[in-house]
Structures are given as C-alpha cells and as structure tokens.
C-alpha cells in the first residue's frame, strides 16, 4: 500500500513558476509507475503528467508540454512536477497518483492511490 502527500501549492502570478512535491510512504515505492492529474472547479479531474516506475519515460498532457516536467527519486519516495510559464487555466487542485499493472497513464483507472491534492492558483 502506498501514502501520497503533496506540497509545494499555492498563489503565483501568471508566467511564474511552482514546484510541487509528493512524498509516499512504503518500500515499494520504485515499482509504482506515478502521475500528476488536477480538477478546477466545476470541471472533471484531468490527467497532467506520467512517470514511469523507473523514471526512464515520461509523457504529458499536450496543455503542459514544453511548461511542465515530472520527475522522481526513488530513493527518497519522492515525485516532483515542476511547472513553468503557468497560466491562469492552470489554476486547480493538483493531484498525485500511484500505479501498478494498469494501462493508460493518462486513465484515472490506472492508479489505485491517490494523495489529498493541494491548491495552485494562478492569477493573471
């Protein structure tokens, strides 16, 4: 079983930048393949970004392509999302997400555990 907690939230001005954190629990950590998904208000949860367990691929929503990069370290059971060039349409609660034996990285079915999200708003 793995805990996800995540940080590194908060207020930034649009074109800013925010690092987000996910620290978990368990020594299993490193078979987990990981992602980051965030839902705005009034809007259903989206997918965002995918690491896989060994950190060797990654792949991402085409809305953060080229502003965001997710990325881990096994040996401390952290992932990071780095978030650059951020939007107003960024704006969301942003979750963490861990995975093992499913398909479809960018699918919400694919991960059986989930963190409480924390809030990044982006003002204009």
């Known amino acids: 079983q793995v805990q996800l907690v995540e940080s590194g939230g908060g207020l930034v001005l649009a074109g800013g930048s925010l690092k987000l954190s996910c620290a978990a629990s368990g020594r299993t950590f490193s078979s987990y393949y990981m992602g980051w998904f965030r839902q705005a208000p009034g809007k259903e949860r989206e997918f965002v970004a995918f690491?896989?367990?060994?950190?060797?691929?990654?792949y991402y929503a085409d809305s953060v392509k080229g502003r965001f990069t997710i990325s881990r370290d096994n040996a401390k059971n952290m992932v990071y999302l780095q978030m650059n060039s951020l939007k107003p349409e960024d704006t969301a609660v942003h979750y963490c997400?861990?995975?093992?034996?499913?398909?479809?990285?960018?699918?919400?079915?694919?991960?059986?555990?989930w963190g409480q999200g924390t809030q990044v708003t982006v003002s204009s």
């Open positions: 690491i896989s367990s060994s950190g060797g691929n990654t």
């Open positions: 997400a861990a995975g093992r034996g499913g398909s479809g990285p960018s699918e919400s079915r694919a991960y059986g555990y």
